[in-house]
């Protein structure tokens, strides 16, 4: 749960942030934006998570810095970040193809009223993109709570972890998994719905 509920509150704002910076006019930071994207959403998560959790452990630089050391020593911060960045990944492509497809004309109407770039962004943009992404992000939503199980690779007990271990002890081996899927459904239809109700909410039509 703590797993998705920080890859849902941290890598939504992040891949917003990535989405806009892909839009953005400078060159450099498109091709780092576009780079990053390319990377994480190319590769397999369960080599991100073995990249950042054993790969980047053996970083010296990293081993003795205290803050960086924190964040990929420890198994549930470092399947934490991996989620974080490869949904910030897919999340910045779902909200960049939605800042592209926002209307000109009702961007130009409220630019020549006189309004201030950051009140066009948040009056105008962030709102009509999120109306646009929210059903492709309700795909990501679900993804990310069903990948929080590859913690489970690296040392982490959460409810994948723990069904390995139950399994290890009993051998029902088919009982503990369908409970397990019945787990992550459950957690999934609260998501869903949630973010269904969001969407009817902000929808135009009433």
Excluded at 75 to 100: D, K, P, S
Excluded at 188 to 200: D, M, P
Aim: with cysteine; proline share 3%; net charge positive.
């Amino acid at each position: 749960m703590l797993i998705a509920v920080f890859g849902l509150g941290i890598g939504l704002p992040f891949g917003v942030a990535v989405g806009l910076a892909r839009c953005s006019r400078s060159r450099a930071l498109r091709r780092l934006c576009d780079a990053y994207c390319a990377i994480f959403r190319g590769t397999p998560m369960l080599v991100q998570v073995f990249v950042i959790y054993y790969g980047l452990a053996q970083v010296s630089f990293i081993r003795q810095n205290p803050a960086l050391w924190w964040m990929i020593g420890d198994g549930l911060n470092a399947a934490i970040l991996a989620v974080v960045l490869n949904t910030g990944a897919y999340t910045a492509e779902i909200f960049r193809t939605a800042f592209l497809s926002l209307p000109k004309g009702l961007i130009e109407a409220a630019e020549a009223c006189g309004m201030h770039p950051w009140h066009v962004f948040k009056r105008v943009k962030f709102p009509l993109a999120v109306r646009q992404a929210l059903p492709a992000y309700s795909s990501e939503a679900a993804i990310i709570v069903k990948e929080s199980s590859l913690a489970s690779t690296i040392t982490v007990l959460e409810i994948t972890g723990y069904a390995k271990r139950l399994m290890s002890e009993t051998f029902a081996i088919m009982d503990i998994f369908i409970v397990t899927a019945a787990f992550y459904l459950a957690i999934n239809i609260v998501v869903l719905t949630a973010l269904k109700l969001l969407e009817r909410r902000l929808s135009f039509v009433r």
